[in-house]
């Protein structure tokens, strides 16, 4: 098994860490990384998270997408057991025509089980189904000690909690069983509406939350004044296919955007162009899954645009009661920095995940494109403190600027994590740049 020295990051391109990566194709192969090497190891899939939850300096990274075969499938309980390195978009794929899907998808299908379970990933459909680790049956962790673990939430409650949500830090998951939807339909029935600020967004969102199966707004995040929040509502029903239906295409071509086009240029264009496809009344139209979930994978490394530089995606949920606040002072402030925002997206989410660190609670959560320029740490040190001042939390997968005190005050459950990783991993085999940045398996005093 080849070992090669390479620069990774996330897909937000801020931080770069050179890393020893390996790239098995046999569990064997795993289990002798992990007797062979006395450095810091960790899993990664398909380098989605955009922060710097997927490397560690100078640490084994072991890459997992070649561990990506179908080992079960229950066609009457609708169980897919699968390893690790399994894509989401590919489980889809093969499972659509057979008439089940994966409940929960999110905003790119380039991500692996491991990684969905790791990050306790949501989707358009948070209200009605809950978050990804709700619906995993079983997962196998290889550990530092070198065995593998069968974990379930009756069985092995507090592992398998520190593990869903758990940022890889638990081990290696190897294998998973995953309860797949039934009576999955291969398109969605959109319907679009323009919403000319902040208060009719939330107005919107709060009388289709109850009913809607899927629902994400696109927000203008350089409409300041009476227009703040102005945004693009959709909401989604599972749908029969019709033939007018175009195929996503075969090969996606990478995207090299002209360096000497400045960004603020791009995001006038895009939240200028974006809105202008919808006509004032709304429309209504019928798209595949595909185009639905994963509308930016259709144009590969559009995280490009954002230069060498790259960018940080800052994530948070708020609880209901304080979220109209919130989200007000956080659109203010990126308005009004030089680094400024291009792209906004917010959803509502329902219950709490399983995971000691899952991200999820109910309230709204507001994802926020921020440019690498040098006021970007002031702008994400504001939103921490606005995230703390209204209860709620920043999402780990996301992250690449959180304070390990705003970690600790965000995430009640994060001493039995503690705890969990000293029974499981006492020397701290597995490791990643943000659980240093974080100071994540560190006790306060």
Known sequence: MAEVLRSLSGFGGVRHSLCHVVRPQRRAQLLHLLQGEAGPLLARGFGRAYGDAAQIESGHVIDMTRLDRLLDFDAETGVLACEAGMRLAEIDRLFLPRGFCLPVVPGTGWVSIGGAIAADLHGKNHDRVGSFGDHVQWLDLLTADGNVRRLDPIATPALFAATIGGMGLTGIIVQAAVKLQADARPAIAVRERKLTDLDALLLALQAHRPIATYSV?????????????????EIGEPAEARSTLKAAPARRLPLKPPEFVPLKWIGKGFNAAWPARIPAAGRDRVVSRERFFYPLDAVAGWNRFYGKRGFHQFQCVLPDERAAD??????????R????????????????????????????????????????PEVLAALERITLDCGGRVYLAKDSALSPEALAAMYPELERQRIAWAEIDPQGRFQSDLSRRLQIRETAP
């Open 337 to 376: 920095s030089r680094a400024g925002c291009l792209l906004a997206v917010l959803k509502t989410l329902g219950s709490a995940g399983r995971g000691y660190l899952s991200f999820a609670m109910r309230g709204h959560t507001l994802a926020l494109d921020i440019p690498a320029r040098a006021d970007a």
């Open 326 to 335: 919130g989200l007000r002072r956080m659109l203010e402030l990126t308005v």
């Open 217 to 233: 707004a696109w927000v203008d995040a350089m409409a300041r004044g009476k227009s703040l929040g102005r945004s693009i509502l």
